[in-house]
């Protein structure tokens, strides 16, 4: 019989055998967590421990166990384009397999599980704080974006773990598990999956806050907008009242916080708003306030190929890609009056008066302006503060980007102002913020060791510590020595830079 029908025939036998295991009854797995709760969330540096439970049917012989703890994100995009036969394009991305090593003394001699017998097989992860590298091995037009990838994604889209609406599509999902898995070792060298289980876990890495983004005021080609300027009329035939400018910069990161905290109050952040009127002339008065509205809008972008940069709204649309798209939601915060606030008269400064160096000549300083005012004129400027806390009925999660999917978050405000002529509708201002989710994790907590683990390191450090003995060199190895003498360590002479003498070698210590 040739070598090809011998692999042939060892497949068909291991083919057969899982068959009869499927028939006669897979064995019972139990992945079990040490002080676990339903609904309990892992971070960075978090202990994932347990066991792993199997009780064969019958007697079964089985070569490895293997247990990992693995992270993988998949993504779906529905194809309309005629010229193709499959109604969507998928991909998935392992980006996180970690292995429990298992001792021989763990398993059962011989390799076989005896009907009714229940095995125990130990198992120990911790959540990493990062990536490898080759987790990321695709190309990247910026070091920052390889750096991005390389940091954990929060699980996302699966309500099994999160118990509510992350506001993630269908199209993308990020799942953690243990998985477990039998194998038999095949003599083609190829490993036969007799049985296998996984139990999903809710893990939300820490994210750190990152510094504000860099967006030009005025510019078409960002999905922000951080300032704008409208003009206002006294009435419907009736000449100008003004310009007022509304403006803002992004408000500092929702932090998150860490599962273990004892924390109930929701996660804030604070938004200012900036207001500045320009009346057309003295009489012209400040317009009334109306309502601001509060939203924030989740984005989630997806792929089926990776990305070599940070997806954006804009970038989508200027390089379209069937294999490439966006899913928006929003969800209301708050709606109030702020008709209160209080308008704060202002006399231009002269054209040639310096100002702070801190002070941003964009428009969305609220300073004075030369080219928009006239040394000596008046105008008004007012501030609101927006209270931003995320509702507890969704599931939030930290921004991220990964390879083929990436969850941005932007603050949309909707200022209504009045103007005191009679049939002028109120005037609506949109702002556009960006604003960062991040997450606080157990970074200043170790993960505890186990007693393997301990043990090995105790016994590295007394090694280490092991006194050494020290003897004087046998004649024979008196003057043998190779080395090449080496300076002294005090500072040069005058002796050091004189010409040195010829030596005299001896030829029997060549």
């Given at each position: 019989m040739d070598a090809a029908s011998v692999a042939q025939s060892t497949t068909s036998t291991f083919a057969s055998y899982a068959r009869k295991m499927g028939r006669n009854g897979r064995p019972d797995m139990d992945i079990v967590f040490d002080n676990h709760s339903e609904g309990k969330i892992y971070t960075t540096?978090?202990?994932?421990?347990?066991?792993?439970?199997?009780?064969?049917p019958q007697n079964a012989r089985f070569d490895e166990i293997q247990i990992t703890l693995e992270g993988a994100v998949k993504t779906f995009v529905e194809n309309l384009s005629p010229h193709t036969t499959r109604s969507r394009t998928t991909a998935l991305h392992n980006f996180l397999k970690l292995t429990m090593p298992l001792r021989d003394t763990d398993y059962p001699q011989p390799r076989i599980a005896e009907a009714g017998q229940t095995y125990k097989f130990p198992f120990n992860f911790a959540v990493p704080n990062q990536l490898l590298p080759r987790a990321c091995s695709h190309k990247c037009n910026?070091?920052?974006?390889?750096?991005?990838?390389?940091?954990?994604?929060?699980?996302?889209?699966?309500?099994e773990v999160s118990g509510q609406d992350d506001l993630a599509p269908e199209m993308a999902k990020v799942q953690y598990s243990i998985k477990v898995k039998v194998l038999r070792n095949g003599e083609d060298g190829k490993d036969v999956v007799l049985a296998e289980k996984l139990r999903k876990l809710h893990v939300v890495p820490a994210q750190a806050e990152l510094p504000p983004m860099n967006i030009l005021t005025g510019n078409s080609e960002s999905d922000y907008v951080l300032s704008k300027t409208k003009t206002l009329r006294k009435g419907v035939f009736s000449g100008k009242l003004g310009k007022i400018t509304v403006s803002a910069i992004q408000p500092s990161a929702i932090?998150?916080?860490?599962?273990?905290?004892?924390?109930?109050?929701p996660a804030t952040a604070m938004a200012t708003l900036n207001l500045?009127?320009?009346?057309?002339?003295?009489?012209?008065?400040?317009?009334?306030?109306?309502?601001?509205?509060?939203?924030?809008?989740?984005?989630?972008f997806y792929a089926a190929r990776p990305a070599e940069y940070l997806p954006s709204h804009y970038t989508l649309a200027a390089n379209f890609e069937a294999i490439r798209g966006v899913y928006d939601t929003s969800v209301p915060l708050s709606s109030r009056c702020v008709e209160a606030v209080s308008w704060t008269k202002h006399k231009a400064a002269p054209?040639?008066?310096?100002?702070?160096?801190?002070?941003?000549?964009?428009?969305?300083?609220?300073?004075?302006?030369?080219?928009?005012?006239?040394?000596?004129?008046?105008?008004?400027?007012?501030?609101?503060?927006?209270?931003?806390?995320?509702?507890?009925s969704k599931t939030w999660i930290p921004t991220f980007h990964s390879c083929i999917v990436s969850r941005t978050y932007t603050i949309d405000l909707?200022?209504?102002i009045h103007t005191p002529g009679n049939?002028?509708?109120?005037?609506t201002v949109s702002l556009h913020l960006p604003i960062q989710i991040a997450a606080d994790g157990n970074q200043n907590e170790r993960t505890p060791m186990t007693a393997a683990e301990a043990a090995a390191e105790l016994a590295g450090a007394e090694e280490f510590l092991r006194p050494r003995v020290i003897e004087i060199p046998r004649p024979e190895h008196v003057g043998n020595s190779v080395l090449v003498p080496q300076a002294s360590d005090l500072p040069p002479s005058y002796e050091d830079f004189a010409a040195s003498q010829p030596q005299v070698v001896d030829p029997g210590r060549c």
């Amino acid at each position: 019989m040739d070598a090809a029908s011998v692999a042939q025939s060892t497949t068909s036998t291991f083919a057969s055998y899982a068959r009869k295991m499927g028939r006669n009854g897979r064995p019972d797995m139990d992945i079990v967590f040490d002080n676990h709760s339903e609904g309990k969330i892992y971070t960075t540096f978090d202990a994932l421990s347990g066991r792993v439970e199997i009780t064969a049917p019958q007697n079964a012989r089985f070569d490895e166990i293997q247990i990992t703890l693995e992270g993988a994100v998949k993504t779906f995009v529905e194809n309309l384009s005629p010229h193709t036969t499959r109604s969507r394009t998928t991909a998935l991305h392992n980006f996180l397999k970690l292995t429990m090593p298992l001792r021989d003394t763990d398993y059962p001699q011989p390799r076989i599980a005896e009907a009714g017998q229940t095995y125990k097989f130990p198992f120990n992860f911790a959540v990493p704080n990062q990536l490898l590298p080759r987790a990321c091995s695709h190309k990247c037009n910026t070091e920052h974006v390889h750096h991005a990838h390389l940091q954990l994604p929060p699980s996302m889209g699966c309500r099994e773990v999160s118990g509510q609406d992350d506001l993630a599509p269908e199209m993308a999902k990020v799942q953690y598990s243990i998985k477990v898995k039998v194998l038999r070792n095949g003599e083609d060298g190829k490993d036969v999956v007799l049985a296998e289980k996984l139990r999903k876990l809710h893990v939300v890495p820490a994210q750190a806050e990152l510094p504000p983004m860099n967006i030009l005021t005025g510019n078409s080609e960002s999905d922000y907008v951080l300032s704008k300027t409208k003009t206002l009329r006294k009435g419907v035939f009736s000449g100008k009242l003004g310009k007022i400018t509304v403006s803002a910069i992004q408000p500092s990161a929702i932090i998150l916080p860490s599962p273990s905290s004892d924390a109930t109050l929701p996660a804030t952040a604070m938004a200012t708003l900036n207001l500045r009127f320009d009346p057309h002339d003295k009489s012209s008065q400040p317009p009334r306030l109306g309502g601001l509205t509060t939203k924030i809008k989740s984005s989630t972008f997806y792929a089926a190929r990776p990305a070599e940069y940070l997806p954006s709204h804009y970038t989508l649309a200027a390089n379209f890609e069937a294999i490439r798209g966006v899913y928006d939601t929003s969800v209301p915060l708050s709606s109030r009056c702020v008709e209160a606030v209080s308008w704060t008269k202002h006399k231009a400064a002269p054209a040639y008066t310096r100002r702070n160096s801190a002070s941003s000549s964009d428009s969305s300083d609220c300073s004075d302006h030369p080219s928009e005012a006239k040394p000596g004129s008046e105008y008004y400027s007012a501030t609101v503060l927006v209270p931003i806390t995320l509702p507890s009925s969704k599931t939030w999660i930290p921004t991220f980007h990964s390879c083929i999917v990436s969850r941005t978050y932007t603050i949309d405000l909707s200022l209504s102002i009045h103007t005191p002529g009679n049939g002028v509708p109120a005037s609506t201002v949109s702002l556009h913020l960006p604003i960062q989710i991040a997450a606080d994790g157990n970074q200043n907590e170790r993960t505890p060791m186990t007693a393997a683990e301990a043990a090995a390191e105790l016994a590295g450090a007394e090694e280490f510590l092991r006194p050494r003995v020290i003897e004087i060199p046998r004649p024979e190895h008196v003057g043998n020595s190779v080395l090449v003498p080496q300076a002294s360590d005090l500072p040069p002479s005058y002796e050091d830079f004189a010409a040195s003498q010829p030596q005299v070698v001896d030829p029997g210590r060549c």
